[in-house]
């Protein structure tokens, strides 16, 4: 048989073209820590920056060693159909695995940016709800590596085609699964911390 011909028979195309693609999930998990099961499916990226942090770096006043508040969160417009957003905070560095800093969804889709010192109840004054975060309380509980690490922290932002039916203080886990199929745009920030 001629190995030209067979190499570029289709079976062979399609085993590349599967290889190819377990290749870019394996890479993109490695990179991101596989934080997140959310499949973006053809999403659309927004930009998202923090004028609170310096230089990529948290100052104390958002982590446990300080006032322990929120940052200040400015994004890019998100796509004209976007009816609500939902933000994800999360340290892939922690020793016990993932951990959830923050949730919050039903975001009005008309904000570009949170205030510090976002209050931390289920339910805010914009209709906003917060979720519960793995210190087992409900909004922001800021970054609190063991002494003697430095953690990133993803600050993930993701634009819906419809505001969420779950109540206030759901998991990360069930605003993950209340967001599948409606991500229309999503937008990251990695800032890191150290003890």
């Given at each position: ?14 085993n590349?073209r599967?290889?190819?693609a377990?290749l870019?999930v ?16 053809r999403?659309?990226s ?9 230089d ?24 004209a159909?976007a009816?609500?957003?939902?933000l994800?905070v999360?340290d892939p560095?922690?020793?016990?695995g993932?951990?959830?800093?923050w949730v919050?969804?039903?975001?009005p889709?008309?904000?570009r ?10 339910e805010?004054a ?8 793995d ?9 609190c590596?063991?002494r003697g690490?430095?953690?990133?922290y993803f600050?993930?932002?993701y ?10 203080e ?5 605003l993950e ?8 745009a999503?937008?990251?920030l ?6």
């Amino acid at each position: 048989m001629n190995t030209l011909s067979h190499a570029n028979s289709p079976v062979s195309d399609r085993n590349n073209r599967r290889l190819t693609a377990l290749l870019v999930v394996l890479v993109l998990a490695s990179c991101h820590g596989a934080s997140t099961t959310v499949d973006v499916g053809r999403s659309t990226s927004m930009n998202m920056i923090s004028p609170s942090f310096r230089d990529g770096q948290i100052p104390k006043d958002f982590t446990c060693d300080g006032a322990n508040k929120s940052p200040q969160l400015k994004w890019s417009e998100p796509p004209a159909s976007a009816k609500s957003l939902a933000l994800i905070v999360s340290d892939p560095d922690a020793p016990i695995g993932t951990f959830v800093h923050w949730v919050l969804y039903n975001v009005p889709a008309g904000k570009r940016e949170l205030d510090e010192a976002v209050p931390t109840k289920g339910e805010l004054a914009d209709g906003s709800r917060q979720g519960q975060n793995d210190f087992g309380q409900t909004g922001y509980g800021g970054p609190c590596p063991p002494r003697g690490s430095t953690h990133r922290y993803f600050f993930e932002l993701y634009a819906l085609d419809a505001p969420l039916k779950l109540p206030a203080e759901a998991t990360r886990k069930q605003l993950e699964h209340a967001m599948q199929g409606h991500i229309l745009a999503r937008g990251e920030l990695i800032a890191r911390y150290g003890r």
